[in-house]
Nanobody, 114 residues
Framework: QVQLVESGGGLVQTGGSLRLSCTAS????????MGWYRQTPGSQRELVAV???????TYAAPVKGRFTISRDNAKNTLYLQMNSLRPEDTAVYYC????????WGQGTQVTVSS
């Protein structure tokens, strides 16, 4: 059974930082494209950042230069370091694992107050 468990969300002031973690089980973590997505009420889920099996990273334009995605294959864990947070970063953040199938975590709320 595949499980992706996110943690690290919370409430932070504008300009603050948070670090999200996603621990995976039931998959060959090192072989999967891992990513972070986010969603606000009434909007579609949008890509934040992804990292491929060989460590290549891609970021959405709104977070480039502020967020950093990384992975620790030995710990089956994906991270998202979020700096210089803005109110528009407020969303539920989801961890994603994709190879032959696409798996999702349950999400973690990030709220940035102005």
């Amino acid at each position: 059974q595949v499980q992706l468990v996110e943690s690290g969300g919370g409430l932070v002031q504008t300009g603050g930082s948070l670090r999200l973690s996603c621990t995976a089980s039931g998959i060959d973590f090192s072989m999967h494209v891992m990513g972070w997505y986010r969603q606000t009420p009434g909007s579609q889920r949008e890509l934040v950042a992804v990292t491929t099996a060989n460590g290549r990273t891609t970021y959405a334009a709104p977070v480039k230069g502020r967020f950093t995605i990384s992975r620790d294959n030995a710990k089956n864990t994906l991270y998202l370091q979020m700096n210089s947070l803005r109110p528009e970063d407020t969303a539920v953040y989801y961890c994603s694992a994709r190879r032959d199938a696409h798996y999702w975590g349950q999400g973690t709320q990030v709220t940035v107050s102005s």
